[in-house]
């Protein structure tokens, strides 16, 4: 398991400090704000430590203010519902005394059924493709440290990378990831982890069609809702191919769609997200 990866799972292992309440601590980064995979994957993990049984089925979240990245967050996490075959749960993410995210969360055991799922898309596979890594390093100069940083999740990705300028104008993007190391059999940290990539890329498919970068001062992004659906079982450290679109944009919102698929061709995750794109308007001088 990579440094980096390492400091992802104890991100992951919750502080309990009460029943029902977690707290959960931030990587030592110069972030203006803490990133919300990160959230949302602490969040389903408290949700997750309150289950006795079953595994995580869908969730349903709002980021609701950025999450400030110099104090922990406390999770308190109420439960709804414990059923026989679906436990539900909702988690509030508090610091500074506010809300800034909420989750509602399903658990289910597994159970026999009806079973169909779309083809996966062929693709190179990961082994052929370059790191992220080698894919930025043309562009050392203009990255700075982040180049040097390690990260927990291996990333393939498959054509231009989408925040570059003058990369694909097409709404869509696919890349293979993984978790840079071998993790324990954990279901639940492997379920958290995927959580935590998904938000990864969603935002950037968003902005493929429009002339617009993060980075832009008339512009302001931010992840407003996320849902997943947790289908079959996964592996975070086995390889996930991760494949994007993104059907509109309007009214200062945008909306993306992802599917994760198992190295197998197993559909393992389904998710969508909507994103406030905001263009900010300049007064005119004087």
């Not at 905001?278 to 005119?284: A, E, G, H, S």
Request: proline share 7%; net charge negative.
């Amino acid at each position: 398991m990579s440094e980096a990866l390492e400091s992802l799972v104890r991100l992951l292992d919750l502080e309990p400090i009460e029943v029902n309440i977690f707290r959960g601590y931030n990587l030592a980064e110069e972030r203006q704000r803490i990133f919300g995979g990160q959230v949302a994957a602490q969040a389903l993990m408290a949700a997750g430590r309150t289950v006795e049984f079953g595994r995580p089925h869908s969730l349903h979240a709002y980021f609701l203010r950025p999450g400030d990245p110099n104090v922990p967050v406390l999770y308190e996490v109420d439960r709804i519902r414990d059923g026989r075959s679906f436990t539900t749960r909702r988690v509030v993410a508090i610091q500074h005394g506010r809300a800034i995210f909420h989750l509602s969360t399903s658990f289910q055991v597994d159970e026999a059924g009806l079973d169909f799922q779309v083809t996966m898309p062929e693709v190179p596979d990961p082994e052929t493709l370059p790191t992220l890594r080698e894919r930025l390093e043309p562009h050392k100069d203009a990255i700075g440290d982040w180049l040097d940083k390690p990260h927990p999740i291996d990333q393939r990705h498959i054509g231009p990378l989408p925040w570059m300028r003058g990369a694909n104008k097409e709404p869509e993007q696919r890349l293979w990831l993984r978790a840079d190391g071998t993790l324990p059999d954990d279901p639940l940290l492997h379920t958290c982890i995927a959580t935590y990539a998904s938000d990864m890329y969603l935002f950037d498919t968003m902005l493929a069609p429009h002339d617009v970068l993060w980075d832009d001062t008339d512009f302001m992004g931010a992840s407003l809702d996320h849902c997943m659906w947790f289908h079959r079982p996964l592996r975070a450290d086995d390889w996930l191919l991760y494949d994007m679109d993104s059907p509109t944009s309007q009214g200062g919102r945008g909306l993306a769609r992802g599917f994760m698929f198992a190295r197998d061709g197993s559909l393992v995750v389904s998710m969508v997200q909507e994103g406030l794109m905001r263009l900010i308007t300049k007064k005119p001088a004087g």
